[in-house]
């Protein structure tokens, strides 16, 4: 890319302003546009065609153009203006609300911006390139919006920072920012099937902008209508930029999930791997405390299974973790985390959302029956890598722990487990143990 010398800085187009319009609105504008410091000389005309007569005798600096109903032909007025009046002369639309949509649709007929009806002296004043705060760069003028309020800026900055954030709470933020930014009385967010609403939902928006995530994950920005006064261009603007930032967070989030979630999986077992495992571990137990709900910790592992990779090669033993794993998550709830803890050592962690714990009760009898479902798929699984005569021979040795009764914290309780799994392999494998509050393991179930 070439980068050239700065470009000298053209001043603001010389020339008048044309007003259509009549009446008392025809000189409420004229007497704006007059007030702007260093402002040029205007001429009020009633018609379009009018001030394309009067065109033709002087250029102008711009043209505002009180919509009216009454115009015939009003895509085709316009573009005569255009052709009239060419850039950099600016074509401004003074709307009654009633009209905006309309306003909105001439745009593509050659305006260059509108105002909402009694306009704001800024907003017409801006959109013309009379204001003080506007300045220009090379040929393209840029005109400083108004600074937000305190709040909004603490919003928008919260906005960015929601990269750690679940998409549905960064959606939820947008409506909430958007709703207060314009004042309006509902404002509905939805994207990929996720939806959030801030104020009443939006079923037949007034305003709207697309967000934009990436890999087709579109959506929009529905507002309802203003709850105070009508909407301004630049609401419009606001409304047009949130959603553009909003796309550009929703997208980053949805990629660092993506990396964490490639981050936190087993290549081999497709499972969550170890780190996955101990920040879960974690908010499982934390769950577990808030809610008084008992959390079991399955640690096991493939009995001998060096025996099996040093007899039929490492790639029998990688059909054995990809089995293991594979009938393992088939065979268990779906809300319980199975994680490959390392080597040939697997973690799984049942919990029960339903309830609080009951005194005196103990690890769910769930975690059993999911353990011989598991066992009895084992043993009647046919390995490709294995003769026939292997069938029923693979088996397992686990240790089982229990919150808060073995343990109450994911360290304490890992190791509460893992001397569970020693004493299940000392006493000849192919067995499940249980730790016993005195701290002495006890046989659960064998083969």
């Excluded at 905006?100 to 007929?109: K, S, V």
């Excluded at 909407?231 to 930032?245: G, N, S």
């Excluded at 099996?308 to 998550?329: C, K, Q």
């Excluded at 229990?402 to 190791?415: G, Q």
Aim: aromatic share 6%; with cysteine; glycine share 8%.
């Amino acid at each position: 890319m070439t980068i050239r010398g700065r470009q000298p800085t053209p001043e603001p187009p010389a020339g008048r302003v044309l007003i259509i319009a009549s009446g008392q609105t025809g000189e409420q504008i004229t007497e704006l546009i007059r007030r702007a410091e260093g402002a040029p000389a205007t001429t009020l005309v009633p018609t379009p065609l009018a001030a394309i007569a009067a065109l033709g005798d002087a250029a102008a600096a711009g043209v505002v153009a009180l919509i009216d109903a009454r115009w015939p032909h009003l895509p085709e007025a316009i573009r005569g203006l255009r052709e009239a009046a060419p850039a950099p002369a600016r074509i401004i639309l003074c709307a009654p609300p009633e009209m905006e949509p309309a306003a909105r649709l001439l745009l593509e007929a050659g305006a260059d911006d509108y105002v909402i009806l009694p306009p704001e002296p800024d907003d017409l004043l801006q959109s013309l390139r009379l204001s003080p705060a506007a300045r220009w760069e090379g040929r393209r003028l840029l005109t400083a919006e108004p600074t937000p309020p305190a709040d909004e800026l603490a919003m928008l900055a919260e906005l960015l920072s929601l990269l750690d954030a679940r998409p549905i709470e960064l959606l939820e933020r947008t409506a909430i920012l958007v709703r207060r930014t314009l004042s309006a009385a509902g404002v509905t967010v939805v994207v990929s099937g996720s939806v959030a609403t801030s104020g009443e939902v939006v079923t037949e928006p007034v305003l709207a902008a697309t967000v934009d995530a990436g890999a087709d994950r579109r959506g929009q920005v529905l507002v309802g209508p203003p709850a105070g006064s009508p909407y301004q261009p630049v609401h419009v603007r606001r409304l047009e930029h949130y959603a553009r930032i909003a796309g550009y967070v929703l997208a980053a989030v949805f990629d660092r999930m993506r990396w964490r979630q490639q981050a936190e999986t087993d290549e081999l077992s497709g499972l969550p791997n170890r780190r996955h495992f101990d920040r879960a571990l974690l908010e499982t137990l934390e769950q577990g405390r808030a809610n008084r709900m008992p959390v079991t910790l399955l640690l096991f592992d493939i009995d001998d299974f060096k025996s099996y990779n040093d007899r039929y090669g490492h790639d029998a033993g990688d059909e054995i973790i990809r089995t293991a794993a594979a009938l393992f998550r088939a065979n268990c709830r779906e809300h319980d985390l199975v994680a490959r803890y390392g080597g040939d050592e697997f973690a799984v962690v049942f919990w029960d959302p339903k309830g609080q714990r009951v005194a005196g009760s103990r690890p769910p009898a769930d975690a059993m029956e999911v353990l011989e479902r598991f066992r009895r798929a084992l043993r009647s699984h046919e390995f490709r890598s294995f003769s026939r005569t292997q069938k029923g021979q693979l088996t397992i040795s686990g240790g089982l722990a229990t919150y808060p009764w073995d343990a109450d914290t994911p360290e304490a309780l890992v190791k509460r487990a893992d001397d569970a799994l020693l004493e299940a392999k000392r006493a000849g494998k192919d067995r499940i143990y249980l730790i016993g509050e005195s701290g002495s393991g006890k046989n659960s179930a064998t083969g």
